[in-house]
């Protein structure tokens, strides 16, 4: 059964690796460290999750359409924070209520998006892999934190040297 699970890893990671090389032609070494990531990540879940197949084959596809709906959210607030950093002093104030106003509005995209989502998983997992699976999501995030900041030390101790 592990091997099931890990060769549907293997293929969930290959087919989210082919799609981020597709949505963005430049920045090869970005695009390479996101395939490495989304790989990782797939890896966590699948572990942590302990799915069966029949669970990883109604999981996956929820999730992956999640991520993408993600990804094209945070596409959208990224616009916005472009606004505001070379700094708030040179936006005329009109145009920061617009801005705020638009940042409360990704916000609330993002809880509707959750929330859409909790209940197509409530409908694949079990309440506990549901359960599990956001749980598993934040230790990984605070897993990669970790490496980051990990890295940026050693970088600074070279630099260092």
Known sequence: ????????SILLAFCLSASAQHGN????????????????????IT????????????FWPVYNELE???????????VLFRKIRNGLD????KELVQISDKMIEYRIKDAQLI?????????????????????????FQGMLLRKIKEKG???ERRERN
């Open 1 to 8: 059964m592990n091997r099931i699970i890990l060769s549907i």
């Open 25 to 44: 032609g430049k920045g090869g070494g970005h695009a390479q460290m996101h395939k490495e990531i989304q790989a990782q990540k797939i890896s966590f």
């Open 47 to 58: 572990q942590r999750l302990a799915l069966t197949p029949e669970e990883a084959q109604l």
């Open 68 to 78: 993408s709906k993600k990804e094209q959210l945070r596409k959208e607030g990224r």
């Open 90 to 93: 040179s936006i005329p104030d």
């Open 115 to 139: 929330k859409e989502y909790h209940e197509k998983f409530k409908k694949v997992l079990p309440i506990k892999k549901v359960l599990e699976l956001y749980h598993t999501e934040k230790k």
């Open 153 to 155: 030390r050693h970088m």
